[in-house]
């Protein structure tokens, strides 16, 4: 058995050199059974520039989950139609904009589409579009409750608002194919680049919704703007009226709006009409990496002060 040797400031000391246990028998990192005891974690601000964690986005997981049936659920509940909701707003205003511009202002679709089903294919993505982005943004401000009670990764809240619209838009794109097929109309060749664009629409509202999310927690102009900001770029978008009107000039200019390219794109390759406006796809798709990458950037650079000024 070692001896302890107690020092003039009554540390106990043992005849190796080693420290003795404190009077209670056990150091603080031991369990009575002599185990050492949970790991210690430490959470603090992350320093510099960088993208996701996605080893945090992993392990939260299950609340990624969560948050986006909460969304869903949330959105219909105690609701007659439920649902119906998303047939309901792409139909209508399908409906006014063919009798409005179809009609009395004589746009016509490419293709010899009817024009009810061109405008009614743009609303389908363009209502996403929209409702993803808003979701996004006003995610943050919606969930402050949350920020300063619980660390969690602060883009799964962006990222749950954009995968729940995802729900409607599958909704909406069942009834879109029931409509194509009550016409007759069959999808061209280019369906199988159908994924691809509508990964591109997803990618760029998440995208806007970081750069936006983050700057609507501390300037709450940006969420009251954004309505006027989402009305005037569906009239700067291909939903109403085809691409081809825009003069050859402008195209490139009109192509850095990444919904250009995705709704003209995913029209050709739905409807059949004129084939895939790469001189879109390609500048918006450009767009879209660059509002991604750098909306990461700023919001992972702003998260660490979202908790003071939500």
Same mark, same amino acid.
């Given at each position: /058995?070692?001896?302890? $040797?107690?020092?003039?400031?009554?540390?106990? #000391?043992?005849?190796?050199?080693?420290?003795?246990?404190?009077?209670?028998?056990?150091?603080?990192?031991?369990? %009575?059974?002599?185990?050492?005891?949970?790991?210690?974690?430490?959470?603090?601000? @992350?320093?510099?520039?960088?993208?996701? *964690?996605?080893?945090?986005? @992993? *392990?939260?997981?299950?609340?990624?989950?969560?948050?986006?049936?909460?969304?869903?659920?949330?959105?219909?509940?105690?609701?007659?139609?439920?649902?119906?909701?998303?047939?309901?707003?792409?139909?209508?205003?399908?409906?006014?904009?063919?009798? !409005?511009?179809?009609?009395?202002?004589?746009?016509?679709?490419?293709?010899?589409?009817?024009?009810?089903?061109?405008?009614?294919?743009?609303?389908?993505?363009?209502?996403?579009? &929209?409702?993803?982005?808003?979701?996004?943004?006003?995610?943050?401000?919606?969930?402050?409750? /949350?920020?300063?009670?619980?660390?969690?990764?602060?883009? $799964?809240?962006?990222?749950?608002?954009?995968?729940?619209?995802?729900?409607?838009?599958?909704?909406?794109?069942?009834?879109?194919?029931?409509? /194509?097929?009550?016409?007759?109309?069959?999808?061209?060749?280019?369906?199988?680049?159908?994924?691809?664009?509508?990964?591109?629409?997803?990618?760029?509202?998440?995208?806007?919704?970081?750069?936006?999310?983050?700057?609507?927690?501390?300037?709450?102009?940006?969420?009251?703007?954004?309505?006027?900001?989402?009305?005037?770029?569906?009239?700067?978008?291909?939903?109403?009226?085809?691409?081809?009107?825009?003069?050859?000039?402008?195209?490139?200019?009109?192509?850095?709006?990444? /919904?250009?390219? !995705?709704?003209?794109?995913?029209?050709? &390759?739905?409807?059949?009409?004129?084939?895939? %406006?790469?001189?879109? #796809?390609?500048?918006?798709?450009?767009?879209?990496?660059?509002?991604?990458?750098?909306?990461?950037?700023?919001?992972?650079?702003?998260?660490?002060?979202?908790?003071?000024?939500?």
């Amino acid at each position: /058995m070692r001896t302890p $040797i107690v020092d003039g400031a009554g540390n106990g #000391i043992l005849t190796n050199g080693e420290a003795a246990p404190p009077p209670g028998g056990r150091r603080p990192s031991e369990h %009575p059974g002599g185990e050492a005891g949970p790991p210690e974690i430490v959470i603090e601000p @992350r320093s510099g520039w960088r993208l996701v *964690d996605w080893r945090e986005l @992993r *392990d939260a997981r299950d609340l990624l989950r969560y948050l986006i049936r909460r969304e869903v659920r949330g959105r219909y509940a105690q609701s007659a139609l439920g649902f119906g909701w998303t047939f309901v707003q792409p139909v209508a205003t399908a409906l006014v904009f063919t009798v !409005v511009f179809g009609r009395l202002a004589g746009v016509r679709a490419d293709g010899g589409v009817p024009y009810g089903l061109f405008a009614f294919s743009g609303l389908v993505l363009w209502t996403y579009f &929209a409702g993803a982005l808003m979701s996004a943004v006003n995610s943050l401000t919606q969930n402050a409750a /949350m920020l300063d009670k619980v660390y969690f990764p602060r883009l $799964i809240l962006p990222l749950a608002a954009v995968a729940a619209k995802l729900v409607d838009l599958a909704i909406a794109g069942l009834l879109l194919g029931a409509v /194509m097929a009550w016409s007759g109309v069959m999808p061209g060749p280019a369906i199988l680049l159908l994924p691809a664009l509508l990964a591109v629409m997803v990618l760029a509202a998440l995208g806007a919704g970081l750069w936006l999310g983050a700057l609507a927690v501390q300037y709450r102009d940006v969420a009251y703007g954004l309505n006027f900001a989402v009305q005037v770029l569906m009239y700067l978008s291909p939903v109403i009226y085809p691409a081809g009107l825009i003069p050859a000039r402008y195209r490139l200019l009109y192509g850095l709006n990444p /919904m250009a390219g !995705v709704i003209e794109g995913c029209r050709s &390759a739905l409807l059949g009409t004129p084939p895939l %406006p790469w001189d879109l #796809i390609l500048p918006g798709a450009a767009t879209t990496a660059l509002m991604l990458v750098t909306g990461l950037l700023y919001f992972r650079r702003r998260e660490r002060v979202f908790a003071d000024v939500a």
